[in-house]
């Protein structure tokens, strides 16, 4: 591998494999990961934690992908157990069994109207527990938990329902003897990150699986539960914020009560046990995440106790969790974890002593690392033992600076600035700064090693990466805070953090460049229109243009995010006129105040944004005569995969911003 001091596109998407969604099935550590001779199509592999020297093996077939759909957003879409595993097909959403050995392939399921995620082994891998989406079209598709018969059966099997009702299912958990069942379910117009219901069951097998007597533990218009986990104990612990009576007692009848409590303004482990609810942390950090795709398990057992990803202030530390006195802070960390910067997911073997976190740094992609306090070859400290090492030299890798800005109303925000790492920039002179504004937009810049920030800071870019009021990782409030705003307060905090990096010296305020995908991309075009002379040009990776037809036009998991984004639900003929958010804060209305160019890229067939956004937009710049290219792929799914793809539009957007800095075809400010 020859290492770099310049980063060129392809290597951003194809330089730097991650891996994604581990699992561990006795010494047998499987993961996903794109297949660059397969277009960017995630495959499995697999390494034998007990053989010495052990390599990675590719073991999905060509022709297949594990890639569920369920939500459009999908998320964990495998399940390994011994000779086996279990996953959803891309193409057809259907379930196959694959054996690790022979490599033989066998459809398990053939309905193709229903899509499956969230797999979970019950009653000694005798049935397979999974969420299920029937698809009925857009925004009525039926969401269900179903179980699938795994052994004695060699022909399809047809799945048996379990639940049904709500409009959301996820977080599947069953207790170590399969005889409870957990989950955590929402209804429209919330969001999971604004309020779900934790429901606990009795599972019962024969003669066919059944849930019986299930019960609603939490239930408050104002509470979030997520991560649900049964502990070795066989105690729920979950993740909680928000408000919900009798938080260290017996819940009501009804576990909803008077809703009097102390408020916990961060996710929190709490654990049912005993019909009591417990808190077992108590400090400022998040220990859930908003819910978008299945599989990112937070909360695992570990060494007696429980692990868990604790997130405050930008850094993500793994620690142990015991009962409700412990209070968790730095100082019950496991083992050296100052080696990472963000930590995505854990997994522990089945006898609790081994365990493993999907993370990275500021200098080192996201990778699998292993911990064992019995384990000779790690002696106590975490070891890397997937993932690739950046393509960069070190003394180029740009190290980005958590700070916290003042925003206009007299409240902070927080971001990362990422210097130039091209040794070019004169230490007096403020260099040419490319904004980034994250998804979600409850998404959240963090510190990990990224090529994409590393391609820009290698050319003598300053990135600027904000986490905006409505990010997550700073408590509920200030997730909350963007409720009704969206489209103002997080567009005006970005203004701030450009404001306060100008004084810092950090940013060249004629030069200055911003960049979005999705609810990012909405941010681009927002600040373009409202703050266009503050921009040389600006880039909308699938954004958003006009609300009023996101809002006809998008999925079921979505299809009501903008009610309590916007502040009042969609109503399409108000939704035309001014004085609506939905016609006020859509860029597309205002593009007369556009006074820079712009870069438009869009996927043909993506359903969460759909393209006849990026269309609109277009005629209405081309009305307006503003100066724009647009840039469409062919390609499925929300953002693109296809590394080609990927890379061929990273290269026109850095032409883009050489045409406007330099009017010409320059693509570098190495010159400056």
Known sequence: MKIKIKLDALDVFSGTLQPSFPQLDGDRLYWLQAVLERAGAAGLYVLDLAVTDSKPRLISPEGSEPNSKVHEYGGSSYLANGEHVYFANAADQQIYRLSVGSGELRQLTDDKRLRYSDFLLVAHGSYLFCIAERIVGGINNEAMIVALALQGVNDITQPITLAKGADFYAGLAVDVQSKQLAWFEWNHPNMPWDSTRLMLSGVSIKPEPLLHNPRVLIDSPVASVCQPHFAVDGALVFAMDGVVSDLDGPLEEDCTGDITSDALDSWQILCWKDNKLERLTRDDAEYGGPFWVFGEHRIVNFNGQLAAISSLNGQDDIVEVGDS??????????????????????????????????????????????????????????????????????????????????????????????????????????????????????????????????????????????????????????????LGRWGLRDVDDVMDAIEFAVEQGWAARERLFVRGKSAGGYAVLRLLTEYGEYFAAGASYYGIGDLAILAEDTH????????????????????????????????????????????????????????????????????????????????????????????????RELAFYGQALFGNDASSADGM
């Not at 007096?428 to 391609?455: C, I, N, R, W």
């Not at 597309?588 to 269309?615: M, N, S, Y």
């Open 556 to 651: 079921k998991f979505e299809s009501h995010y903008l009610d309590g984004l916007l502040g009042q639900k969609y109503d399409p003929q108000k939704a035309t006129q001014p004085g609506n958010p939905y016609y006020d804060r859509s860029p597309v209305h205002t593009l007369d105040k556009i006074r820079c160019p712009v870069i438009i890229f869009q996927g043909a067939e993506d359903t969460v944004v759909p393209p006849v956004l990026a269309h609109s937009l277009v005629a209405a710049l081309e009305k307006q005569g503003i100066r724009h290219e647009y840039v469409e792929y062919s390609c499925e799914g929300h953002g693109f995969r296809n590394p080609k793809n990927s890379s061929d539009a990273l290269e």
């Open 325 to 482: 006195d412990t209070n968790c802070n730095n100082n019950s960390s496991v083992g050296n974890t100052d080696v990472f910067d963000v930590v995505q997911q854990l997994l522990a073997d089945e006898n609790a002593e081994r365990l493993l976190a999907l993370a990275g740094s500021a200098v080192q992609p996201l990778g699998i690392w292993c911990f064992s306090k019995s384990d000779d070859d790690t002696q106590g400290a975490w070891k890397k033992i997937v993932g690739s090492a950046p393509l960069l030299e070190e003394k180029f890798i740009s190290r980005p600076q958590h700070f916290v800005f003042p925003t206009r109303d007299g409240e902070q925000a927080y971001a990362f600035y990422y210097p130039p790492s091209n040794g070019r920039a004169a230490a007096h002179e403020a260099a040419p700064t490319l904004v980034m504004v994250h998804g979600g937009p409850t998404a959240q810049a963090k510190s990990l090693y990224d090529p994409m920030k590393q391609f820009w800071t290698t050319r003598g870019y300053a990135v600027l990466d904000v986490n905006h009021r409505g990010s997550t990782g700073y408590g509920r409030e200030f997730r909350q805070s963007l």
